[in-house]
């Protein structure tokens, strides 16, 4: 997706406008993660948590880069070479800030979760400006997201048959029921 385009789409997310600030940046994660935490919000999918997530961290990345292209122009160094130390710190603190789970369940789940988003995130990037068509004849877009789809249905399908009584098992079962939408027509 086009730089400016996310950045315009993470400003409406958190409903900011440019030139906010840090704090201004905060408050409006925080009030939206109370919201859209799978655990304690309104919405059992982590869906849109991990969407708020990503929008933050393009504005957060966006704050930095300003500053650094501030910096820059007052040094005369290369924009390119600051804004790599900022992908690469930012990379670093992501990745330390990562604990794995000690629940194989939930580390089944996450994964299967973490491809359907990205996996219907790029659908609609590839069907930009193009009306939904449910029929795999007509949409070959379609196609590659149920294909992408099938195996995280798969992991859904065991939790529930082999963990009924898991945390993670009615979350599966709704993702299943709602992931049918995209086989509606065949």
Known sequence: MDKKLLLNDSLQFLGLR??????????????LAKKY????????????????????ETLKESLLVHAEEEENTEEGEEFVESSERIRTKTNSINQSETKPSKDPIFQEYKVAKEKETE???????????????????LNKELLQLQKELEPVIQVYANILKNFPSSLWAP????????????????
């Open 119 to 137: 996996a219907i995130l790029r659908y609609y990037e590839k069907r930009n400006l193009h009306p939904i068509e449910l029929s795999s004849s």
């Open 18 to 31: 440019s030139g906010f600030t840090e704090a201004e940046l905060k408050e409006s994660y925080h009030k």
């Open 37 to 56: 935490h799978p655990d304690t919000g309104e919405f059992t999918s982590e869906v849109m948590f991990l969407e708020l997530n990503k929008h933050y």
């Open 171 to 186: 979350d599966a079962k709704n993702s299943l029921e709602r992931l049918r939408v995209w086989w509606s027509k065949e």
